[in-house]
């Protein structure tokens, strides 16, 4: 089993230099300790100090140098958009005031399928679209201080 020495964040390091991948939803790749199993076959043992959100797109340093991008699957998502920035953050902070993870994309907020919150925000004037993408929400405020050595701020 190989070991992970370090996280290069998405956008900072060459993605076609990876040797593998691993395809992880966003509920599984808030880590600390897990073995991950590559596409290629290979184990990867991910230990760290404390929890990490890892992106889709960050690299798994491993200890050898090779580098393993993480991959986000697809997961069944509501993009959430409206008439005026003034009326999206209204949206976002009925969202937030359920506690709710979202996610901030090219001007429009995303989250987890949810009827509840369908319907709640379509009776505040939300424009709803269904999709399936990768899931990278928001850290909570505490989250972005990180003590491995990286950081998605």
Known sequence: MKRVSDIKPAGRWNMASASDFIVLDAADRHRRRVVLVG????????????PAQL??????????????????????????STTSAQALARLAWHIGN??????????????????????????????LEFIEAPFDPEPGAYDHVHSFGHGHG
């Open 39 to 50: 596409e290629h076959g290979a184990t990867y043992l991910l230990d760290l100090p404390k």
């Open 55 to 80: 992106r889709d797109g960050d690299g798994l340093v491993i200890e050898d140098g090779s580098l393993v991008r993480v991959t986000g699957k697809p997961e069944a998502l509501i993009e959430i």
């Open 98 to 127: 359920r506690h709710t993870d979202m996610q901030l994309v090219n001007g429009k907020l995303r989250i987890r399928r949810d009827h509840v919150l369908e319907d709640m925000l379509r009776g505040l004037g939300a424009i």
